[in-house]
């Protein structure tokens, strides 16, 4: 009798935690979502590998993420926390024969945002969500600045219909130089995307960010990806950014979301 008790109330909790909107990610693209994580549920959002290839003056830099995640749960209807990682990084340079002349690993970082959603996260062509973020300086000595940064970011989405989706971010940073000089770092996304089929989907995105390294410059990139849902709480996903403009890199990556 205790057991099938238990087992209602549990199926009454299950169907009270229904999620109240289909699932919504921040990656694989650089724009955010514009949507929260329904109330009581986690989601994790993962790059299963991420590789970057870096070129410039002949040498070559590549660098790898391994199971970097973005962990979040819905504290309210609207509002989410979100914790994010990346467990293990590793660096190596060539010179411009390919010889390796530096090879290192380390951790990444730790990230702490909220994300609320103002308009639109159940329903409606237009969807607005700000989120503030703070970086702790955890990661590995040269993988980091070993500097506490912070910044905001809002992200929009409009469903223009026949299946389009356009999206972009606005992200304001105070960031930190090697040299422990804070400066604004502005940055934004468009993106747009279509549903192939009921699972399938693809994106192509810009990124523009006015970054310092020494002086100003302008980062831009041309990024594409593919999505596949597997269930209504699981998706896979493969892309890659090219940033064409200041640093040369490409980024392949493979990556997996899920909620419960």
Request: proline share 4%; hydrophobic share 35%.
């Amino acid at each position: 009798m205790f057991t099938c008790l238990v087992a209602h109330a549990a199926s009454l909790h299950a169907a009270e935690q229904q999620p109240v909107r289909p699932l919504s990610t921040d990656r694989p693209d650089q724009t955010e979502s514009a949507h929260t994580v329904p109330k009581g549920w986690f989601q994790v959002e993962s790059n299963l590998v991420s590789f970057s290839r870096s070129y410039g003056m002949g040498e070559q830099a590549q660098d790898t993420s391994l199971c970097d995640f973005i962990f979040k749960y819905g504290i309210t209807h609207d509002t989410d926390l979100q914790i994010g990682w990346a467990p293990r990084l590793l660096h190596r340079e060539k010179d411009a024969d390919g010889f390796l002349t530096d090879k290192s690993s380390g951790r990444g970082d730790i990230y702490l945002r909220m994300k609320t959603g103002l308009v639109g996260n159940d329903e409606g062509p237009y969807a607005l969500a700000i989120l503030p973020w703070v970086k702790a300086p955890t990661a590995t000595t040269g993988f980091g600045n070993n500097a506490w940064e912070y910044g905001f970011t809002i992200n929009q989405e409009l469903d223009i219909r026949g299946g389009w989706e356009l999206g972009s971010s606005i992200f304001l940073a105070m960031a930190v130089t090697d040299e422990r000089q804070r400066y604004f770092e502005p940055a934004f996304t468009l993106a747009i995307g279509r549903d192939l089929t009921e699972k399938l989907a693809f994106y192509v995105e810009t990124y523009q960010g006015w970054l310092y390294d020494g002086g100003r410059y302008l980062q831009s990139s041309f990024d594409g990806g593919l999505t596949y849902l597997v269930t209504p709480d699981l998706k896979f996903d493969v892309g890659m950014n090219w940033f064409f403009n200041g640093n040369q890199t490409l980024n392949p990556f493979v990556g997996v979301s899920f909620r419960f």
